[in-house]
C-alpha cells in the first residue's frame, strides 16, 4: 500500500467513523489492531512487509491486546478526526480518551511504512508514548525510539509533499531526459511508490503528454481529494492511469475486491513455488542419501566377526585392499583392508566402528526422521500455496530471502559455541576467519572479546534478537574463549569486551587487524579454567589487535 491510495481510504475513513465512539479493541490476528464501531470494524494490519487497512461489517474473533492501556484509551472515546500525514502512509485517528477521570484527546498512529509498520497509541498533551504494536530501541534506530513513556518523533518525510511537485526544478530535471525511470519519481515524491511510478510513466505513454503534466494532475486530486479508485496491473491507485479497471469499494478487504494485482500476485506465487519446489528436491536427495546410508550400514556383530577373524588369522595384510578368511563354521568372509595397517591396526578399526555402530545407526535414523518430517512440510505448503493471499507470499519470500542470508552469511565460517542458556558464540581460528566474523557476521548489539594487547581469536557473542543482557556467567564464558584463543598460556589474563559497533578495522591494515573503543574488561584465570573442550580449541591465531 502506497501513501497516494492511503489517501482515498482516509477520506472515507473519516466520513464513516468521524463522530462515532470506539466500542472496543482487539487483535484479530497477529500483527492485527481492530477498532470496533457501531457500524463495523476498522482493522489495521501492521504485519512486516504487508500492511494495509480495511473495513469489515462484523466483530468476530477479536483476542485482547497485550497492553490494557489500549482499552483503557481508546474503549468509549469518540473520534474526533481522521487525518494523514502529507502523503506519507501514516494514518492518524485522534480522540477523547475513553478513560473516566481526566479529559484529554489521544492519537492512535498507524504507519504503513512497509517493514518497519507500526501501531502507536500517543497522548495528546505531552507527545507521550502510551502503547505501541512494536518496541523500536536505540540501539536498532539511531533517529527515533518508540516504546512507552518515550516522546513520540514522527518518521521523517518520504519526499516532496503535494503542492510542491509541480513547482520542483529536481523533479523537472529527473522527467527532461529521453526515457525517465520510476526511481525518479518514487525517490523525490511523497506517497509515491514504485507502483503508482510506473502507472504515471504508462499513462503519460497512453495519452502522448509528458510524465511532468501526468504529475500535475495525480498532485491536483490529492490536493481536491478527487479520487477515482483504480486497479492497475501493479497495484491500487488513487485516481485512474494506464490500463486496469476501476475499484468498487477501496476499503474493502484484501483479497474480497481486485484490490491486488493479479500479475504481482501470479509473479510472487510462481516465485514461492519455484522455491518449494527446488527445497523438495533438496531434501528427497538428502532423504535418499540417509537411506542408502543406512542400508550401507554393517551391523555390529558382522564388524566384530570381522575384527576376530583377522586377530585370529596371524596373516601379512600390508599393501592389500582386502581379504578372504573363513569363520569357524567354514562360511567365507571378504573383509576390506587398509592397505597401510596391520592386520591387529585393522582389527582395532572394526572393533572401535563395531562400539559405534548403534550411536552411528539412530543419528542417521534420527536425521531421516527429521527428513521426511520437513519434507512433508514442503509439500503441505506446496499444496495450500495456490490459496495464500499477496501479503502472506510477500512475508514468505522476505523470510526465505532473510533466512538464505543468514546462511550465506555463516557459510563457511567455524560451527558456533553454544553456550549455556543457548547463548551463541562464534570463535575465529584464522585471520580472515576474525574478520569475516566481526565484520560480516556481526550484528549492532553483538558482544566481541579480544584477549588485550595480544594476538589471538576474535570471539563474537550473538544476542540473536534477544532483547535482555547476556547473563554474567555466558559472559564468563566468552571470555574464557576469548582467553583460550590467544597465546598466552597461563597466569592472569585481561580480556576486553565491547559492542561489536564499537570495533573498527586498521587503516591499511592486513584482515582481522582493528582497534575498538568503550571497552570493558573481565580478567580471566587461565590457571583454573578447565581443561579445554575439542570444539572450543581455537588454534593458529594470527589476528592482531592494537
Keep these: ?129 502510551l502503547a505501541c504494536l512494536r518496541k523500536v530501541l536505540s540501539d536498532r534506530c539511531r533517529y527515533r525510539s518508540i516504546a512507552p513513556g518515550q516522546i513520540y518523533v514522527p518518521p521523517p518525510p518520504s519526499g516532496l509533499p503535494p503542492g510542491e511537485w509541480s513547482t520542483s526544478k529536481e523533479l523537472m530535471e529527473a522527467l527532461s531526459v529521453d526515457a525517465p525511470q520510476p526511481g525518479a519519481l518514487y525517490r523525490l515524491l511523497e506517497g509515491v511508490g514504485p507502483v503508482t511510478a510506473r502507472a504515471v510513466l ?117 599393501g592389500r585392499d582386502s581379504i578372504e578368511l573363513e569363520d569357524w563354521e567354514g562360511a567365507l568372509h571378504t573383509i576390506p583392508l587398509r592397505k597401510s595397517r596391520s592386520p591387529v591396526e585393522n582389527a582395532s578399526r572394526y572393533f572401535r566402528k563395531a562400539s559405534n555402530t548403534a550411536i552411528e545407526e539412530k543419528n542417521l535414523r534420527n536425521l531421516l526422521s527429521r527428513a521426511n518430517k520437513e519434507l512433508s512440510q514442503v509439500m503441505m505448503e506446496l499444496s495450500r500455496a495456490a490459496e495464500l493471499p499477496l501479503e502472506d507470499l510477500e512475508i514468505l519470500l522476505s523470510e526465505s530471502k532473510r533466512t538464505e542470508r543468514k546462511k550465506k552469511e555463516e557459510r563457511g565460517l567455524p560451527r558456533p559455541v553454544l553456550l549455556r542458556g543457548g547463548w551463541r558464540c562464534f570463535v575465529g581460528r584464522s585471520a580472515t576467519d576474525n574478520d569475516r566474523i566481526t565484520f560480516t557476521l556481526g550484528r549492532r548489539g553483538d558482544i566481541w572479546f579480544h584477549a588485550r594487547g595480544i594476538p589471538g581469536a576474535h570471539v563474537l557473542l550473538k544476542l540473536d534478537g534477544r532483547m535482555e543482557n547476556p547473563p554474567l556467567k555466558v559472559m564468563l564464558e566468552a571470555a574464557a574463549l576469548a582467553a583460550r584463543g590467544s597465546g598466552a598460556q597461563r597466569g592472569v589474563l585481561p580480556v576486553d569486551h565491547t559492542m ?30 578447565p581443561p579445554r573442550q575439542q570444539d572450543t580449541e581455537t588454534e593458529g591465531r594470527t589476528a592482531e589487535v592494537k
Design 1 to 129: 500500500m502506497e501513501g497516494v491510495f492511503l489517501s482515498t481510504q482516509v477520506d472515507i475513513l473519516a466520513k464513516q467513523i468521524a463522530g462515532d465512539k470506539c466500542i472496543t479493541v482487539g487483535e484479530p490476528f497477529r500483527g492485527g489492531f481492530s477498532l470496533v464501531f457501531s457500524s463495523g470494524t476498522l482493522i489495521l494490519s501492521a504485519r512486516p512487509d504487508a500492511p494495509s487497512l480495511w473495513w469489515e461489517h462484523s466483530s468476530a474473533g477479536q483476542a485482547p491486546l497485550p497492553s490494557p492501556a489500549w482499552g483503557h484509551h481508546l474503549e468509549g472515546g469518540a473520534v474526533s478526526s481522521v487525518s494523514q500525514n502529507g502523503a506519507d502512509r501514516i494514518l492518524v485517528i485522534r480522540m477523547t480518551s475513553g478513560l473516566m477521570y481526566g479529559a484529554g484527546e489521544v492519537r492512535l498512529i498507524f504507519e504503513a511504512a512497509g517493514r518497519n509498520a507500526n501501531i502507536i497509541l500517543v497522548r495528546d498533551d505531552d507527545e507521550r508514548i
Design 202 to 318: 504508462s499513462q503519460a505513454t497512453i495519452d502522448g503528454r509528458t510524465p511532468l503534466e501526468v504529475v500535475c494532475d495525480l498532485e491536483k486530486a490529492l490536493l481536491e481529494h478527487d479520487f477515482s479508485p483504480w486497479i492497475g496491473p501493479d497495484g491500487p491507485l488513487p485516481i485512474r492511469l494506464g490500463p486496469g479497471e476501476p475499484i468498487e469499494d477501496p476499503m474493502a478487504p484484501p483479497g474480497s475486491v481486485m484490490i491486488q494485482s493479479r500479475g504481482i500476485r501470479e509473479e510472487r506465487l510462481d516465485e514461492w513455488i519455484g522455491q518449494l519446489k527446488n527445497s523438495q528436491t533438496r531434501v528427497s536427495r538428502r532423504a535418499a542419501h540417509l537411506e542408502r546410508a543406512l542400508q550401507k550400514l554393517i551391523p555390529e556383530e558382522k564388524l566384530r566377526l570381522w575384527a576376530s577373524l583377522l586377530v585370529a588369522s596371524n596373516l601379512r595384510t600390508r
Design 500 to 529: 561489536v559497533q564499537h570495533v573498527r578495522r586498521m587503516r591499511k591494515g592486513k584482515p582481522g587487524q582493528v582497534f575498538y573503543s568503550r571497552e570493558k574488561t573481565i580478567f580471566v584465570d587461565l590457571d583454573r579454567l
